[in-house]
């Protein structure tokens, strides 16, 4: 019998944040297993699935600078706009006579001399938001129209293409709140706030509680069985996907920083072909109001160093064909400088996408200076667009139903 003598010897603070964990667990806590290896048959979890390939979706969180990203290099227009911001072209990575990459980001231009990357330019959406709140919403849910629908558009896919599936976790996000592009009614997706969070490096107090949570029988209490059941499904998962760590093989090319190591366990997940269909990583900082060049030439260092030691992984393991990653940011900054030495909130931006399958190139042209929206760029890919060539042609499902509407495809992707 379950009492209350048992909660008694844990330690209060650590329970607690067990239980505040919990809550980022909302899918899973509902359903008694959690479908992620083979059966005992040796079933293969993606084999009733149109394919097997996975979407990572990184999100660059503040706002990121897309004009000192993909930099136009011979406009003067760039230069009169930002006198003390501007990468100098001496020092740009340069992609072709009018575009290069900030000069943190060569491992992107040796990954785009290779054919593996694709660069979207000026992506947005008509009558722009500068909120951070309502532009990360309107990207997270596809509808920038008030009034539009709240889920999110993975959230809507999963709904619409994965309701026979059995696996709880057809998503997984690292970070410290659940995205929005999975919310829906029936979450399938499940929130970690950090890659070490099923490790318990240092916390055998809260593993030990929950075993001994785990080892007494039911009682008529509801809320200490759902106590119960949470601890006994959290030990699941974390056996599961300590399973998927046990023989790590990935490359040494991570770095000990947050971002990358959330990489590294997406990479683990892919080849152990744990059957989570999309993960969603976020690196923050990109706000750069002021003091702008040194933090955010480091951050743009990190995605790019980031990304590419996870697609030389997942290539070495022969899992990079079936992986498409997707980068965005909410909103880009305006075109001028400011007098804090920053960039404010701005409107079209830069997205890069990387994949087995990515026909590489720069799609959507140079930034127009001279044609300005108060300030701000105009926008010539509509980011829905993007969207919808990912749900067509890498997760094979009709774009519409998902979006609401018809929206042009981008040739991004080979069959």
């Avoid at 965005?328 to 087995?356: K, P, W, Y």
């Amino acid at each position: 019998m379950m009492n209350n003598h048992v909660i008694s010897h844990l330690d209060r603070r650590r329970f607690l944040g067990v239980a505040a964990l919990t809550t980022t667990l909302p899918s899973f806590l509902a359903r008694t297993g959690l479908a992620m290896q083979p059966d005992d048959e040796g079933t293969d979890p993606f084999s009733t699935w149109p394919n097997d390939r996975v979407l990572v979706v990184v999100q660059l969180a503040g706002g990121n600078d897309g004009l000192n990203t993909l930099i136009p290099y011979e406009n003067d227009a760039y230069y009169q706009a930002r006198p003390k911001l501007a990468i100098p072209a001496s020092e740009t990575l340069k992609l072709n006579d009018q575009l290069g990459l900030h000069p943190r980001m060569d491992d992107f231009l040796h990954l785009y001399d290779e054919g593996g990357l694709a660069i979207l330019n000026n992506v947005g959406y008509p009558n722009p938001n500068r909120s951070h709140f309502r532009a990360t919403e309107i990207w997270e849910t596809a509808a920038p129209q008030p009034g539009g629908p709240t889920t999110g558009w993975i959230g809507r896919y999963f709904d619409h293409e994965c309701r026979g599936m059995d696996s709880p976790m057809l998503g997984l996000q690292i970070g410290d709140r659940m995205a929005q592009t999975f919310e829906h009614p029936q979450p399938r997706a499940v929130t970690i706030p950090h890659p070490d969070l099923f490790t318990w490096p240092n916390e055998p107090t809260i593993a030990q509680g929950l075993r001994r949570l785990n080892n007494v029988q039911p009682t008529t209490n509801s809320t200490l069985d759902f106590i119960q059941r949470v601890s006994n499904q959290t030990l699941d998962l974390s056996r599961r996907i300590q399973h998927a760590l046990a023989n790590d093989s990935s490359s040494n090319d991570y770095l000990p920083f947050a971002f990358q190591q959330a990489l590294r366990l997406v990479a683990r997940m892919i080849v152990n072909r744990i059957p989570t269909r999309v993960y969603y990583v976020s690196l923050g900082g990109f706000d750069t109001h002021a003091n702008q060049s040194i933090r955010h030439a480091a951050l743009l260092q990190e995605v790019s160093q980031g990304l590419t030691a996870f697609r030389n992984d997942l290539l070495k393991s022969g899992h990079w064909d079936r992986t498409l990653v997707m980068t965005f940011s909410e909103f880009g900054r305006r075109v001028a400088e400011n007098q804090s030495g920053g960039t404010d909130h701005g409107a079209a931006n830069t997205m890069f996408m990387l994949g087995g399958k990515i026909r590489p190139g720069i799609y959507g042209g140079p930034p127009d200076l001279e044609h300005l929206d108060e300030g701000d760029l105009k926008h010539r890919l509509d980011f829905r667009s993007v969207y919808a060539t990912i749900l067509r042609d890498w997760l094979t499902t009709d774009p519409k139903a998902i979006l609401g509407e018809d929206q042009p495809t981008l040739p991004l992707l080979t069959t």
